[in-house]
């Protein structure tokens, strides 16, 4: 059975780089045609694809998130991070972790196993 863990800091500081990193268990990140994404539900809005990091280590991300955000792995704990730098205050939400079975990413219907999610406040 899959399982997928987020852990992060829960407040960031405006304009602070937010790190959450996912731990998986059940399966390796590095094995078979799977992405490991990252998505998030900001306060009052729908759930939106933020990108992902493949199986063999290359990143895609959503063009609304591109330039201040790096998914990075560590291969050796099964891990993958996210950082998005420069937050603000209405990043405030639940960021989830997930598995994506789409190499183009941004269609939730194709994540089948997600985090629990962990929730994230932006605020001094």
């Known amino acids: 059975q899959v399982q997928l863990r987020e852990s992060g800091p829960g407040l960031v500081k405006p304009s602070q780089t937010l790190s959450i990193t996912c731990t998986v268990s059940?399966?390796?990140?590095?094995?078979?045609?799977?992405?490991w994404g990252w998505l998030r539900q900001a306060k009052g809005k729908g759930l939106e694809w933020i990108g992902h990091i493949s199986s063999s280590g290359g990143s895609v991300y959503n063009p609304s998130f591109d330039s201040r955000t790096s998914i990075s792995r560590d291969t050796t704990k099964n891990q993958f991070t996210l950082e998005l730098r420069s937050v603000t205050p209405e990043e405030t939400g639940v960021y989830y972790c997930?598995?994506?079975?789409?190499?183009?990413?941004?269609?939730?219907?194709?994540?089948?196993?997600w985090g629990r999610g962990t929730q994230v406040t932006v605020s001094s």
């Open positions: 059940g399966a390796s990140i590095t094995t078979g045609w799977y992405y």
């Open positions: 997930a598995r994506d079975l789409d190499s183009r990413g941004g269609r939730t219907e194709a994540f089948d196993c």
